[in-house]
């Protein structure tokens, strides 16, 4: 029987209950616009290095950046792990449509990146 002490049952508790409200968000979630992918890729750098927009570098390695993250996996060779810009836009709009276990934010659902935020930090990762 797993024990836990009263704070590892709370964290417990916690991410039981993150977790099920993702997989319950996942299955309302919205559909990405169609967008036109000619962003900005210095636009598109400065959001993903804001922290209080995109953020990337709390969780992913960006070769280059200061103070990456190592929660997720390391941007780079992006052309070859996604089929194209779209593909790449649609794991940045919600990554919970995919892994319904996702820590990354839906930035697109959840309106936390603009329209052309997206497509500008779409056209940045896609570069490396």
Not at 48 to 76: F, Q
Request: charged fraction near 20%; proline fraction near 6%.
């Amino acid at each position: 029987m797993l024990s836990l002490r009263p704070i590892q049952a709370s964290a417990f508790a916690l991410a039981l209950a993150l977790g099920l409200s993702t997989l319950t968000l996942a299955a309302d979630a919205a559909e990405m616009p169609e967008l036109e992918f000619n962003g900005n890729a210095e636009a598109g750098k400065a959001i993903a290095a804001d922290r209080g927009k995109g953020n990337c570098l709390a969780c992913h390695l960006i070769i280059g950046a200061e103070s990456p993250g190592a929660i997720g996996p390391a941007l780079v060779a992006m052309q070859t792990r996604y089929p194209s810009k779209e593909a790449l836009a649609r794991q940045i709009w919600d990554a919970t449509v995919k892994a319904p276990e996702a820590a990354m934010p839906p930035f697109g659902r959840h309106e936390i990146l603009s329209n052309q935020e997206l497509v500008d930090v779409v056209e940045y990762v896609w570069s490396l």
